[in-house]
């Protein structure tokens, strides 16, 4: 197996990676910034309020895009092993 074929390989499982994740850290990130100007307004640190709305929007979010997340790593894994070969032999 070529050097190019390894990167190839490692760029696309990076961007299978980045697309899977994506969608749930954005989630994750509005809300905690949302709540981070809500404490910051209303002067509340309570450690648990920043982690269950977080929480719950990672699991509303694997809820709408889980199916999606699935078929793209089906996807990907059928794609390597059909070209196995290739990168075997």
Request: charge should be negative; charged fraction near 10%; avoid cysteine.
């Amino acid at each position: 197996m070529s050097q190019e074929t390894v990167l190839s390989l490692a760029e696309r499982s990076v961007m299978v990676i980045i697309m899977i994740a994506g969608p749930l850290l954005l989630l994750a990130l509005v809300i905690g910034l949302g709540v981070a100007i809500f404490q910051a307004t209303t002067q509340i640190q309570e450690q648990t309020l920043a982690f269950i709305p977080k929480i719950v929007a990672v699991l509303v979010g694997i809820v709408i895009f889980g199916a999606w997340m699935l078929n793209e790593l089906i996807f990907f894994t059928e794609q390597i092993y059909t070209n196995l070969h290739h990168y075997i032999g």
